[in-house]
């Protein structure tokens, strides 16, 4: 594995036992689930203009804009990290709230199995 950094991201509580959730049904990390949701998002995440992602602002609303939020350390590899803090810069959001929209953009997707070949 390359470098990794540990970063402190702030979710809606509901959202972070979503993640804990995933994870441990993959038997793998909070940190995979992120890295896999900003995978799945970061093309829908690039065309963004500063603007609202509307599908994730949809998402987020319905889902955990009432949750509490807590702070949560991951480690992320640098690379990932790099990519989230350009995008989060670009779009002046802060970090948590990029890691935040791109878990509701993915949500549907993560969790499901890409193939049976897949996984450890």
């Given at each position: 594995m390359g470098k990794t950094l540990d970063q402190a991201l702030w979710y809606p509580s509901s959202m972070l036992e979503e993640m804990h959730a995933l994870a441990g049904s993959q038997k793998k990390t909070t940190a995979w689930v992120v890295e896999q949701a900003w995978g799945a998002a970061r093309a829908e995440i690039a065309k963004l203009d500063g603007h609202k992602p509307w599908r994730a602002e949809k998402v987020f609303e319905q889902r955990y804009a009432d949750a509490d939020k807590v702070k949560h350390v991951l480690t992320l590899s640098v690379t990932t990290m790099d990519e989230?803090?350009?995008?989060?810069?670009?779009?002046?959001?802060?970090?948590?709230?990029?890691?935040?929209?791109?878990?509701?953009?993915?949500?549907?997707?993560?969790?499901?199995?890409?193939?049976?070949?897949?996984?450890?």
């Amino acid at each position: 594995m390359g470098k990794t950094l540990d970063q402190a991201l702030w979710y809606p509580s509901s959202m972070l036992e979503e993640m804990h959730a995933l994870a441990g049904s993959q038997k793998k990390t909070t940190a995979w689930v992120v890295e896999q949701a900003w995978g799945a998002a970061r093309a829908e995440i690039a065309k963004l203009d500063g603007h609202k992602p509307w599908r994730a602002e949809k998402v987020f609303e319905q889902r955990y804009a009432d949750a509490d939020k807590v702070k949560h350390v991951l480690t992320l590899s640098v690379t990932t990290m790099d990519e989230i803090k350009s995008e989060a810069a670009r779009l002046d959001r802060s970090m948590s709230w990029l890691v935040a929209r791109c878990f509701c953009i993915a949500h549907e997707t993560l969790g499901q199995p890409k193939s049976a070949t897949t996984g450890a």
